[in-house]
């Protein structure tokens, strides 16, 4: 990878669309519906919450609706992609996301229910081993889904969840803290199950060594995706990680509250002979091995796949988009597009380092400023400015996440976003910290 100079002067917008010019990724911005302002593309950064709508949405929705209207039940089989194995359209874009194997993954429902089911499964705590452990300030509906789950045991949160902190006055979370917090919890750690990308630093664990840590005192390991689907490449077949799940909305761009997905290593879907396993999972007819499903039978044969842990037939409108979706990544390709994703980020990061010099401004930035520990993300605090900042970057345009006291999350995606938006972002950033000074 090569990094920039050092900016000593903020680039204009020529220079930034000459560097997009050169990068043949930068066509798969036309694939996507950009909001506009004032008569030009918004400056969209916000694809970590949600993405942008690929072009091709409405005609994805578009033949699923005819196909309702002219077979009615039959499209199950006769449609152009029949439902009765919809969700079977979205193995090879997962695989290529997750580095996992065909049989290890499956798009179903939404990502809190599957973490709760996979927490059915991989939280059983028995005698002495009942600590369930993750990262402090963990996303609300994950700490909320943990803590039920400890109770629905029997436990209490206060006792059986351990939340890994930064230490004191640092805002990440340094990788030897959670070596060393799996190592001391030893016998008593059920499972692990952390925010791979941390929604709000940005920071991107290290899931390999955490999963290793974890099966080393003879724990279970998964992770929470949503930050880390579609945003940094990933091996979790490699890993060896046991279980995870994601959303389809933030880096994905499925469209809102688009359907989750799961992951489930190999060892735990199928035994020696090919067969799925009786681990204890809550189940449903769609999870019954599809051969024969249709029989009927009151008896429950697992498939020897993630799909085991389906319960329904697939909600194919909500669906639909998610192809379009996850066939843009197959054809930029998910390692080139994390190179672009680094070039991308680090020109945002000199951007705003040079706009923090020009003004005097103390620009935080509160993601790692490694590359291998981040992906296009980046957290920054505003120190001593407040909401008149952020309603000047909304008023010329700039979509940013903001949270109180003053802090930008923004992520330029290296799927649509351009270096000329973070050219014009740098302009209006420095505008709105000389117009509007402390507070
Ligand atoms: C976005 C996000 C969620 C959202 O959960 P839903 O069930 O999709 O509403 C949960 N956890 C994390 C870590 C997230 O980033």
């Not at 997962?94 to 089911?117: R, W």
């Not at 889904?145 to 979370?173: F, K, N, T, W, Y």
């Not at 099966?215 to 689907?229: E, K, S, T």
């Amino acid at each position: 990878m090569v990094l920039l100079e050092a900016m000593q002067e903020l680039p204009t917008r020529d220079e930034a669309r000459r560097l997009d010019q050169a990068d043949p990724l930068s066509a798969f911005r036309a694939w996507f519906h950009i909001p506009q302002h004032d008569g030009e593309d918004a400056m969209y950064f916000t694809g970590n919450s949600l993405g942008l709508q690929p072009k091709r949405a409405a005609e994805a929705l578009q033949v699923e609706l005819e196909d309702w209207a002219t077979h009615g039940v039959e499209g199950h089989f006769q449609g152009r992609n029949p439902w009765v194995n919809y969700h079977e359209r979205f193995t090879s874009g997962l695989c290529h996301l997750t580095g996992a194997k065909p049989h290890e993954v499956v798009a179903m429902n939404g990502l809190t229910v599957n973490l709760h089911l996979l927490l059915v499964s991989f939280y059983r705590p028995t005698g002495r081993r009942k600590k369930l452990m993750c990262e402090a300030k963990a996303f609300p509906s994950d700490r909320y889904a943990l803590c039920s789950q400890i109770r629905m045991h029997g436990g209490d949160p206060a006792e059986d969840l351990i939340e890994v902190a930064p230490r004191e006055g640092e805002h990440l979370i340094r990788e030897e803290d959670w070596l060393a917090a799996i190592a001391q919890a030893g016998d008593e750690l059920a499972t692990v199950m952390v925010g791979g990308v941390n929604y709000y630093t940005g920071q991107w664990h290290n899931l390999k060594a955490i999963t290793q840590a974890a099966h080393a005192v003879g724990a279970a390991c998964g992770f929470d995706l949503a930050h880390a689907m579609g945003n940094v490449p990933l091996q979790l077949h490699k890993w060896n990680v046991d279980f995870a799940c994601w959303c389809s909305y933030k880096y994905v761009n499925s469209g809102p509250g688009a359907v989750s997905g799961v992951f489930v290593h190999e060892r735990h879907v199928r035994d020696e002979d090919g067969h799925g396993t009786l681990m204890p999972r809550l189940e449903g007819w769609w999870g019954h091995d599809a051969a024969s499903r249709f029989k009927m039978d009151p008896e429950f044969i697992p498939m020897p796949t993630a799909e085991a842990w389906q319960l329904s037939n697939a909600p194919v409108l909500n669906m639909a988009v998610h192809k379009v979706a996850l066939d843009l990544f197959e054809e930029a390709g998910m390692g080139a597009l994390r190179e672009r994703s680094l070039r991308l980020t680090a020109y945002l990061e000199q951007v705003v380092q040079c706009v923090a010099q020009r003004t005097g401004t103390d620009l935080e930035i509160l993601t790692p400023n490694d590359p291998a520990q981040r992906g296009c993300q980046l957290s920054i605090v505003a120190h001593g400015h407040g909401r008149s900042l952020f309603d000047h970057l909304m008023a010329q345009g700039v979509v940013v996440d903001w949270r109180e006291p003053a802090v930008i999350r923004m992520a330029p995606v290296p799927l649509y976003n351009s270096f000329e938006d973070i050219a014009r972002f740098g302009k209006v950033l420095e505008d709105g910290l000389l117009a509007h000074g402390q507070g």
